[in-house]
């Protein structure tokens, strides 16, 4: 079957109160977690290894170096050396995302089941680094800007809330009733 077809069938299927299916819902949220997940943990291995502090490399494009720092607080510092309440914080994250993920999956979006596997994914690596290792490995410095060392997960979080509003805008405005529907 066709993707067009599949798209107008699972259309259908919804219109007429029929389950869509949850196989290609879930295979996106566990590719995209999964092939996240493991970016991030390469890079942190990679970047742990290398001297903390000193420039490893850059600048490039003048938009950002790389740069080792170990956090044991958030963004900016906050809350250093809370390292174990932020890690569990960030496993509560993680399962209730997994928890919304599991409940609304069927009506869900492409969009929005990638959306919650990169903020799940970005929330795991970091609950590890904190869990494994008492701090999270940072390494992507900013030097257009004023702005924390981050890593891979922390995209992965940002650029998933983004989308997951991006989303839900989307699906906010094709679902509000046109002036013709009343």
Do not use: H
């Not at 295979?27 to 890079?43: E, G, K, R, S, Y």
């Not at 502090?53 to 950002?64: I, T």
């Not at 496993?91 to 409940?103: G, M, Q, S, W, Y």
């Amino acid at each position: 079957m066709s993707k067009e077809a599949s798209s107008t069938t699972e259309e259908g299927a919804s219109q007429r109160g029929e389950r869509k299916p949850i196989a290609p819902r879930v295979m996106a949220f566990v590719l995209t977690a999964l092939v996240w997940l493991i970016l991030d943990q390469a890079t942190k291995a990679y970047f742990n290894a290398q001297s903390l502090g000193g420039v490893l490399g850059g600048p490039y494009l003048g938009l950002f170096e790389f740069r080792l720092a170990r956090n044991t607080g958030g963004a900016w510092s906050i809350f250093s050396d809370s390292t174990m309440v932020l890690a569990w914080l960030s496993v509560a994250i993680c399962l209730a995302v997994l928890i919304f993920f599991i409940a609304y999956m069927r009506e869900m979006t492409v969009l929005t089941v990638v959306s919650l596997a990169l903020v799940f994914a970005g929330g795991i690596g970091n609950a590890l680094d904190r869990f494994i290792n008492g701090y999270v490995i940072d390494f992507i410095s900013p030097v257009i800007i004023d702005f924390p060392i981050f890593n891979i997960a922390d995209m992965g979080i940002t650029c998933g809330i983004v989308l997951l509003v991006i989303s839900l805008l989307v699906s906010s405005v094709q679902g509000a009733p046109s002036v013709e529907q009343g």
